[in-house]
């Protein structure tokens, strides 16, 4: 069974800079797309970051700029490192892999969400 978990989440003021992370482990025979979405009171979850397994990032517009995601395949984990945060940033921030647990076996599995709060 595959698990994610993801941390770093908490309380900064407007202008600080968090960094969160995101670590699947169990039984994982390769890692292909990462994401971060965001889920602000009230709306609905967006998104945020994509990388794929070679690397490659997108990142929406609320985020370009400020934003960074990057992932460390050896330790299947990704990262987003936040710059210059302002309070509308302000949100529950989910993880997503997707997964190859065996020969045609591919699965979305999503992180419990970690919280980030932009308030001085």
């Known amino acids: 069974q595959v698990q994610l978990m993801e941390s770093g989440g908490g309380l900064v003021q407007p202008g600080g800079s968090l960094r969160l992370s995101c670590a699947a482990s169990?039984?994982?025979?390769?890692?292909?797309?990462m994401a971060w979405y965001r889920q602000a009171p009230g709306k609905q979850r967006e998104l945020v970051a994509t990388?794929?397994?070679?690397?490659?990032?997108n990142y929406a517009d609320s985020g370009k700029g400020r934003f960074s995601i990057s992932r460390d395949n050896p330790k299947n984990t990704v990262y987003l490192q936040m710059n210059s945060l302002k309070p509308e940033d302000t949100a529950v921030y989910y993880c997503?892999?997707?997964?190859?647990?065996?020969?045609?076996?591919?699965?979305?599995?999503w992180g419990q969400g970690t919280q980030v709060t932009v308030s001085s």
């Open positions: 997503k892999m997707t997964i190859q647990t065996g020969v045609l076996r591919e699965s979305d599995y």
């Open positions: 169990g039984f994982i025979f390769s890692i292909n797309n």
């Open positions: 990388i794929t397994s070679r690397g490659l990032a």
